[in-house]
């Protein structure tokens, strides 16, 4: 085990300006310069060296509507995106419970690619081995960068249902190998604590000083649904915050039960995952992966458009590598959902970037081979389309009990087979359970304040 004291706990993730002010800077440092240096534990958070939450608020100019849509930034946590947290949170709970033991276990991940990266970083900071189990067909920076922190890979064939095949291939590894210990994303609770918890209050730390300092609607694109959590807190302290689910048009598998092949990289994963609380997913709404990835090009490629609409330059330059697919895809559902509730210019809308460009080259380089030769009139058609001129379509109101049935039968066709009971499934039909989950949080950040004294 790697230094211990560098192990932060749920509450000093939430305010690293809890933490030992020496270490902290040493910290902070390293975030730049020693990537690898197992100090980047204490850079788990969504702030900043001065303590407030990253995020970027819209202009107005790109989004068409007067409320503020305000987009967390996880390109800034150590590996390049949040899923490094529950990464962590999974694995030193494993590790205070006694389960994952460096020495004694490999870690296994499935994931489409950021949790994987996220958790082949935390094995390294922390002295475990790994293995992620991923798809072949994701982008090939996430490869390398999972090879670069020294995780190896077991891909799976793509297919129809590639995440639920990374599921079976991980379950049948740990058949053959009862000494590895799998980091279960899309089913372990350490994800929705981190999210509930440290997401959550970040985000409502994030809309201090804006507009009416309310969250009206926060929206989130599940991929295990873990980010989704951080509704939770929230909606305890707006309790009118309406949630939305965010899913791509092409496997809108919890609105019209499609599974189909898309684009958005990290979300719809074909399931209700076990760690998505349906009684707070009051919306889902869809997005056509095609206007994902449009998006993407316009404030990767288009910046002289962008400062033609008015947004300043500076604005338009420091926009161009702070989203990837998914959190444009959020995005866009934040300007969907800020028309359907008709919301005001004090309204604040707060969603997710999960991650930045820096592994989307190799995507839009795709895309461009696709879209050769564009002209100013297209890009302005595009920039309506997307953005300025978005529409309601694909939105659908999940607030009835018919709707939140036909999510815990999907929950159900999904999670049965992977062992989990009709009556554990249908205790999460009930908020206490969740609370229960989430009060666990006191526990592990006491014992993880032990390990330091031995
Ligand atoms: C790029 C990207 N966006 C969104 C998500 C979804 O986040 P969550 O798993 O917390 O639902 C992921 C998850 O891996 C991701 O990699």
Redesign the pocket.
Known sequence: MKNINYYPTYEEMLYPEKINKHLRQKAIKALNNDELNTLNLLNLTWKNQNNTVRKIVLPPKLTGVKANIVVLLGKYFPSG?H?VGPAYTTLIEGFVDGNILPDKNTVLSP?????GIGSAYICTLMGYDSIVVMPENVSIERHQIIKKYGGKLELTPSCDSDVILTLQKTYELVKKNPSYRILA?FEIFSNYRF?RYVTGNSAIQAVKNLGNEKIACYCS????????AAGDEIKKVFPKCKIAAVEPYESSTLSTGRRGQHRI???GDKMCTLIHNVLNTDFVVCIKDEQAMLGLKIIHDCTKELKKLGIDKDTVQYMKNLF?P?GICNIIAAIKMAKQLNLSAEDNVVTIA??GFDRYGSVLKKLNTQYKHIDTFTIKEWINNIFLQQTQDYIYDFRDNNSKEKLYLQKEKDWIKFGHSKKYLDSMKNMSFWDNEYSQIKEYDKKIKALRQK
């Open positions: 995106s899923k994931s489409t690619g950021n949790f994303q999210h694109a599940p991929g295990s649904g873990g980010t989704l990289e990290g979300i990837g998914s999960t991650d």
